[in-house]
């Protein structure tokens, strides 16, 4: 969902960005560009206010680093002050204290309580392993009591049985009660929708917090939310006292603005958001990450995490030696593109670089997808093991069993077989470099310079500082790959031009 | 849906809109007032006027249009907080009054099917609820199918609306198939000759394209029924929802033809302001508000008085 504002961001700062001095009316220009993209990704007005002042003024008094260009500058400082608006670290939920931990959720109607309660009832029971108990409080919506019930029967985590004509309150006792009597060491509270503007519903709200004392009070909000959403998020912190926010529907295309203006205006930590309808589908937030996205800079930090974490090392140094022979077959070809699937896909990798999600829409207007991936693995399966080691062999006749073993058209396997050209070409070129096995998949896709070897991917990723504060160090020890255009994917027909990465100007790696 | 405000004075729902807004503290009223009491209309009494209008949810481009229209030959002259509130309902008014339109329902189409999609959690089953009320009392037969097969418990609440409103309510079992479901409705409703036929549908996003496959697959089979159906594709808008409806509307008036739109839950501090954006974009009709949560809660649009309330107008 962020991906919008970092595309408008990423656009503005490049501007910045290749120019040389920064002036005040160049910083300016800039601002009103961020308050408008952060109008658009619906940011509340006095939120961006107060963020772009801030910017203003640490980006016009900044003495300018040498070394690194005013835009650089400007990026930080917007990167620094978007993480300080999100919250510096990720928070989760509280588990330190005496069970039965009551866990209270609350929000407007329509923002996904129920769904979220059940999706934190079955992550708790499952990867923290605690005992959960689930209840409705909610007598008013038809049948939402039911519905917990049967997420809960799903799931298979216990809900209080519903008693009919119960106060909300007393039904909050029951579960109390009950959360002791069981064992239970979580008690959830699935409370009614209401409006910020309902008094009666908020005083319940307030009643039943004092009746339940919960440990944590939760506001379950919708993150396509518009400017209402420092409305909702004061009244209910005012009216019920909130201990954190649950952002739901962060799948959606929404710009997910209204985290930054909840964030603001609570100064509550966003501590989980909800990532698709399925009940496993809650993740943990990373202020630092989005911020991060937001801007443009790609999730580098997942990239990389990534990266050591799928490649397994013996098969790649085996690879890497092969390469340096000038050996590169169809099944190094197949090994580089099952490690690529396994990295994420061309999108998830896309995804975390900087710069590049308006590619990815293009590609997938292209029909560029994962799925080729699958397709040419397929098609490299459907041949025998000669084929595999001799591309060579391959005539029509071959092509065309091979075509319809793997159904294809034997077009595909021609694409196949010159992008495997292309690659073992390249290898050879490069065999005598001390380079990953990434690089040849990195080079024939483009990527530039070549991608680091796992050695250095782990060397990386632990000089890599696990919170925000790595910006103006980062570039430096970015593999190259990610800092040079990422143009003509292979089989990429359906694009034009030359798309490259927005060039935030990070200083180049001395040779 | 709590009933508790039948014992209650009966009030306009304009008025209850209207006193809504007064109660939050950065409604356009309050703000207008404060910024222009006697002042003469400059550069940044418009940009406050286009700030005001951004709060609502009005959209940057459609904002500072507006803003532009309030200024158009009234700069430098001294105006007081009410002209402009006056000229800004006016401006907004301008927009909506294209869009105003009521929901028609063509008796000669028996049964009338009216579709009714959007994401999750903007109102859907509450609005056809609301709709089933509605119809029935001026007199039509009504049936309703449980098209949100979905997500747990869904066919209940329906049911719940079903015995209020005294309609039969076609289901399946939960997680069956969708569009098998319409079309199984459809036949039922045309066999007992119904009026109208509400088809409600699972909450999906806009953006993901398997989910709405299907709903394209369930408005193909509903066609195969009756070639014209459904005859009314309803969107229903949540009013908290910020600039992401212009993307809602797009994507599913491209997949399932929508023919119109619904704001719900507009009895909150959200002013749904992103109806004046759409308005001007997509030129859907908008046929009803939802502003409480009673039965009787679902008003048709008038222009004239959401650009008023928006504007912070009073009576």
């Known amino acids: ?511 | 849906m709590s009933d508790s405000t039948e014992d209650k004075p009966k009030q306009s729902w304009w008025r209850r809109l209207s006193g809504g807004l007064k109660r939050t503290s950065t409604s356009l009223g309050t703000a207008v007032a404060d910024l222009v009491t006697k002042r003469k209309l400059d550069r940044a009494m418009l940009d406050d006027i286009e700030d005001v209008l951004l709060r609502a949810d009005l959209g940057t481009a459609v904002a500072e249009r507006i803003a532009e229209a309030v200024g158009e030959g009234r700069y430098d002259k001294a105006i007081s907080a009410d002209e402009v509130k006056a000229v800004v309902a006016t401006e907004v008014e301008k927009v909506l009054a294209p869009v105003a339109r009521p929901l028609v329902i063509d008796d000669t189409l028996k049964p009338f099917v009216i579709l009714v999609v959007g994401v999750n959690g903007s109102g859907k089953t509450t609005t056809i609820g609301k709709l089933a009320a509605k119809l029935s009392a001026e007199g039509r037969k009504v049936m309703m199918a449980a098209g949100d097969t979905f997500r747990a418990a869904a066919i209940e609440q329906l049911k719940v609306w079903g015995e209020r409103t005294g309609s039969p309510v076609i289901a399946g079992a939960q997680g069956s198939d969708s569009a098998s479901l319409a079309f199984n409705a459809l036949t039922e409703a045309r066999n007992e000759k119904r009026d109208v036929l509400l088809i409600d549908t699972a909450g999906r996003l806009q953006n993901k394209a398997e989910l709405m496959n299907e709903l394209e697959k369930m408005v193909r089979v509903i066609r195969r029924v009756d070639a014209l159906a459904p005859h009314a594709v309803l969107l229903v808008l949540d009013a908290t929802v910020g600039q992401n409806a212009l993307s809602q509307v797009e994507a599913f008036h491209r997949t399932a033809g929508v023919t119109g739109l619904v704001m719900t839950k507009l009895d909150g501090t959200a002013r749904g302001g992103i109806l004046v954006a759409l308005a001007e974009k997509h030129k859907l009709p908008v046929h009803f508000i939802g502003v409480g949560e009673s039965i009787d809660d679902l008003a048709p649009f008038t222009a004239r008085d959401f650009a008023r309330a928006v504007a912070g107008i009073e009576t």
């Open chain 1, 1 to 511: 969902m962020f991906d919008n504002l970092s595309e408008r961001l990423g656009g503005i700062l490049d501007r910045l960005t290749r120019r040389g001095a920064l002036t005040e009316a160049d910083v300016d220009a800039a601002m009103r560009e961020v308050r408008r993209a952060l109008l658009e990704a619906d940011v509340s007005l006095d939120v961006v206010r107060s963020f772009t002042d801030k910017v203003r003024e640490q980006a016009v008094g900044a003495t300018v680093v040498k070394s690194v260009t005013p835009g650089q500058m400007v990026v930080k400082i917007v990167h620094d002050e978007l993480i300080a608006t999100l919250g510096s670290d990720g928070q989760t939920i509280d588990l330190n204290a005496v069970p039965p931990i009551i866990i209270m959720m609350v929000g407007l109607q329509g923002s996904g309580k129920t769904t979220t309660t059940a999706k934190l009832a079955r992550r708790l029971t499952e990867r923290d392993k605690r005992k959960v108990l689930m209840a409705s409080l909610d007598i008013y919506r038809p049948a939402a009591m039911e519905q917990l019930a049967v997420l809960g029967r799903d799931l298979d985590i216990k809900t209080l049985p519903i008693v009919a004509g119960q106060k909300p309150e007393q039904i909050a006792r029951r579960a109390l009660e009950a959360g002791k009597l069981g064992g239970y060491d979580v008690v959830l509270l699935d409370t009614a929708g209401r409006t910020t503007l309902d008094d009666e519903m908020m005083s319940e709200a307030a009643n039943i917090k004092t009746a339940a004392h919960p440990h944590e009070v939760l506001l379950v909000a919708d993150s396509l939310t518009g400017q209402d959403a420092v409305n909702l998020a004061r009244s209910f912190d005012e009216r019920v006292g909130l201990t954190g926010i649950v952002l739901t529907r962060v799948d959606g295309d929404g710009r997910g603005g209204a985290a930054l203006s909840m964030r603001q205006v609570t100064g509550k930590p966003i501590k989980l958001i909800g990532t698709g309808e399925k009940t496993d589908a809650l993740e943990d937030f990373h202020p630092s990450r989005i911020a991060g996205r937001i801007l443009g800079m790609g999730d580098v930090v997942s990239l990389v995490e990534k990266a050591s974490a799928n490649i397994d090392a013996e098969k790649a140094a085996r690879t890497t030696e092969r390469m340096r022979k000038g050996q590169f077959d169809l099944n190094d070809m197949r090994e580089q593109l099952l490690q690529m699937s396994k990295m994420g896909g061309i999108s998830g990798l896309m995804g975390m670089m900087p710069g590049v999600s308006k590619m990815k829409n293009q590609m997938a207007a292209a029909g560029l997808d994962d799925r080729i991936i699958k397709r040419q693995v397929a098609v490299i399966d459907s041949m025998t093991r000669q084929e595999r080691k001799h591309p060579e062999i391959l005539k029509a006749s071959r092509k065309r069993r091979i075509a319809a073993g793997a159904g294809q058209k034997v077009e595909e396997i021609n694409k196949l077989l010159k992008m495997h050209r292309g690659m073992a070409d390249m290898m050879k070129m490069m065999g005598t470099g001390k380079r990953g096995p990434l690089a040849g998949i990195a080079q024939a896709m483009g990527f530039g310079g070549g991608m680091p070897s796992p050695e250095q991917m782990k060397a990386l990723a632990e000089k890599m500082p696990k919170g925000a504060d790595g910006l103006p160090q980062l570039p430096k020890d970015l593999p190259a790959g990610l800092r040079g255009g990422l143009p003509n994917l292979p089989g990429l027909t359906g694009l034009t031009g030359k798309p490259t990465l927005p060039g935030l100007g990070f200083p180049r790696k001395k040779k």
